[in-house]
């Protein structure tokens, strides 16, 4: 049967269907719609295969960990930065081993689309030293989900799984097959202590399955040698999405060593290398492989790439930068538009973010200095005009904590802005910090009731702020709620000046329900009402 | 036999049906289809855009090549300038006319229509005053898909109708015909304008 699947939703169904007992997640573009289909398939809900929402990247990774540790197939999806989050969890997953297969996928976004940086997920399987299957399409996408969980549990290691924004939000065709049933409860009688001396061996037994990793991708279908051209001449070395535009520019022509699942195979590479005169390497992202084949061939070798500028050196590969590195450039039939101005995303008519910063700028412009360290989520839009409120965004969490470095250091008023769902991410430690250092700062936690940047999926502080800051000892007089619309303007004021004033740390919660997830529970609760009637 | 589009307008603007509808179409008639989308931020009121690709025959990059799209669809007229350069030689534009204004920078509707006029095959209308029109302001993007309707060639304008049909049918019969009539509007709007009557 064949199903039209965002590639997202490709690596979901294939989960799903290799037997997934449960997938950890925090939402971030571009891996969001993997979990919110799993949430909604049919056949999940009917199996009980785990998808609620966890509050970061760390916690979804160690549950991932303790359900393989169970025995059962367990997949942990977020967008490539989310990997920094939870590295401590996944490095030492592949000293511990897995029991149950273990998918880490993480979806990498070369261009920034929507993310910080363009890190290469790709360095940390190698970091873990894991192995790494990367779809170049949706079929694939969906038919490597089942392979990664065997070769998980075949070699007792999780699998990493990468794919970029441009498979992961591209839509096709997808051959689906029929679904295996789930692993049963098996709890592995191995205990994973991690003292230093089982560390030592464990560590002694993952350098010497490092081989077989390879072997393993050697003999992978997913790995293969296209020889088409008859005489020496360009070989060409097209990772994962790559291989897409190099067929897209050759056609059944050209000398193609396709790589979609790591270590990378040392022997196809070096027959690559014998059968031609030069390499080119196609990669999005970093320059992973590229370095890798400079250091099987030796600098002798002419090797083309990102690194000697062959293709750019930042942002995706597209079509027309491979075709250029091909040799095979097109000319363009109309030059861009002159009357043509950028259109950059902003902050929804009517959100609440919105009267934070009105609020914020209006009380922060009566003092001599002040910054607004921000965060990360839809409100880090509050530094683009008109606003043009933050000095900072740097990663989740960072503005609680940065206030704080920057208040230690004596800056006055000192003030972070930050959403509900990133202060449960990783703002609350932060806060603790701030808590026991007595640091003057001012936090704002927005809070819209939602993680709204990535579609309006639960938060996991919801009801609960007001008790988490309490918890964490700050004092409950300066602790306050307000609700941001024009009208309570200048209560709002009021309030955040008072706070800024109190030498000490002051939470402000501006409460107020994103508005598009209120109108999607409106449309929601009017359809259950006609169904009910 | 391949098509390129490209889709495009602003955040909220209501694209992605656009290219849900075609998608159904292509999938039902046996063509291979890649639909590269954009999520996330940029949906905010910013420009969007979607790479959709139709053939006989197997696709294999997501992305649409510079000078290759056969036709740009856009919701929105300085939208449907932003992407020129991936527009072939014989490539159409599809547009609505009526500006979305929400930068300062805007520019002069003159200019944007100057720029359009430069363009050998360029159907543009304004979709949202046909949709208010025929009583149905929601439907303004099917309008838009009937304009385009007759330059799609690889899917057959009945085939498209058969696709709004399956597409909206859960919504009740009434929102079937709306839709089916903005198309049907929109459709003319092109078929007008082929023959030379405008």
Not at chain 1, 272 to 277: G, K
Not at chain 1, 449 to 460: P, W
Request: glycine letters at 8%.
């Amino acid at each position: 049967m064949k199903r039209l699947l965002l590639g997202d939703e490709a690596i979901a169904l294939g989960a799903i269907h290799a037997g997934l007992s449960g997938v950890y997640a925090y939402p971030g573009t571009p891996s969001t719609e993997i979990t919110e289909f799993i949430q909604a398939d049919a056949l999940a809900r009917e199996r009980g295969i785990h998808s609620r929402w966890c509050a970061n990247e760390k916690t979804a990774m160690e549950a991932a960990l303790g359900m393989s540790y169970a025995g059962k197939r367990a997949l942990v999806c977020m967008k490539h930065v989310g990997m920094n989050v939870c590295a401590d969890a996944f490095v030492n997953s592949a000293i511990t081993g897995v029991h149950g297969g273990l998918v880490v996928l993480a979806a990498d976004d070369p261009s920034m689309h929507s993310s910080q940086n363009e890190q290469d997920s790709r360095f940390y399987a190698k970091f873990a030293m894991v192995p790494l299957m990367e779809p170049s399409n949706q079929q694939e996408a969906y038919d490597m989900m089942a392979a990664a969980f065997e070769l998980s549990e075949k070699l007792h290691e999780p699998v990493v799984m990468r794919v970029v924004t441009r498979l992961a939000h591209s839509r096709a065709a997808v051959d689906v097959v029929e679904p295996t049933n789930e692993k049963p409860l098996d709890v592995c009688a191995e205990r994973w202590v991690l003292l230093p001396g089982i560390a030592r061996k464990r560590y002694a037994e993952l350098i010497e399955k490092q081989p077989l990793m390879e072997i393993e991708a050697s003999k992978s279908n997913f790995n293969r040698k296209e020889t088409k051209g008859s005489e020496k001449s360009v070989g060409i070395i097209a990772c994962g999405i790559a291989y897409n535009y190099v067929k897209e520019t050759l056609g059944e022509s050209g000398n193609i060593l396709k790589i979609s699942q790591y270590p990378l195979p040392t022997d196809l590479v070096k027959q690559l290398a014998a059968e031609n005169d030069e390499i080119l390497v196609v990669e999005d992202g970093q320059p992973v492989v590229e370095e890798q084949v400079r250091g099987i061939l030796g600098a002798g070798y002419p090797l083309k790439g990102r690194l000697n500028g062959d293709l750019p050196r930042t942002g995706e590969l597209t079509p027309d930068n491979v075709a250029q590195a091909l040799g095979v450039g097109k000319t363009i039939a109309f030059q861009p538009a002159k009357h043509v101005a950028a259109r950059p995303p902003q902050l929804c008519q009517g959100c609440g973010h919105r009267d934070v910063y009105t609020a914020l700028n209006q009380v922060l412009a009566t003092y001599p200095d002040y910054r607004i360290f921000g965060d990360i989520g839809c409100y880090t839009l509050g530094a683009l005009p008109p606003f043009k409120a933050l000095a900072s965004c740097v990663d989740m969490g960072a503005s609680i904590t940065m206030a704080k470095g920057a208040a230690d250091a004596g800056l006055f008023p000192s003030v972070a802005v930050i959403g509900d769902s990133t202060f449960t991410h990783s703002g609350m430690t932060g806060l603790l910090d701030a808590v026991n250092d007595k640091s003057n700062i001012t936090v704002v936690i927005s809070d819209n009731l939602t993680t709204g940047m990535t579609g309006g999926q639960d938060s996991a502080g919801t009801n609960k702020l007001e008790a988490i800051c309490l918890g964490l000892g700050v004092e409950p007089e300066h602790v306050r709620v307000v609700v941001p619309l024009p009208k309570n303007m200048p209560e709002i004021t009021r309030i955040l000046k008072e706070e800024i004033d109190y030498p000490g740390v002051s939470v402000i919660i501006p409460r107020r329900e994103c508005i598009q997830t209120a109108a999607r529970h409106a449309r929601e609760a009017k359809k259950l009402k006609e169904e009910n009637k | 036999m391949k098509k390129d589009i490209i889709l495009c307008g602003v955040g909220g603007q209501g694209i992605l049906s656009i290219a849900t509808i075609i998608g159904e179409a292509a999938t039902k008639n046996g063509l291979y289809l890649k639909q590269a989308e954009v999520h996330g931020m940029s949906q905010r009121g910013g420009d969007v855009q979607s790479h959709l690709r139709l053939s006989t025959d197997v696709i294999y990059s997501d992305l649409i090549p510079y000078a290759s799209a056969d036709l740009i669809i856009s919701m929105e007229p300085m939208e449907s300038l932003r992407y020129l350069t991936w527009l072939a030689a014989d490539g159409a534009v599809v547009t609505n006319n009526k500006p979305f204004v929400n930068i300062p920078d805007y520019p002069e509707h003159a200019d944007v229509q100057e720029e359009l006029a430069k363009l050998p095959t360029v159907v543009s209308f304004d979709i949202e005053q046909e949709a208010r029109d025929l009583m149905s302001p929601r439907s303004a993007n099917m309008v838009l898909l009937g304009m385009a309707a007759p330059y799609i060639e690889i899917l057959a304008i009945a085939q498209l109708r058969t696709a709004i049909e399956t597409i909206f049918s859960r919504k009740g019969q009434a929102v079937v015909d709306a839709n089916l009539k903005a198309f049907d509007a929109g459709v003319a709007i092109s078929m007008r304008k082929i023959k030379g009557e405008v």
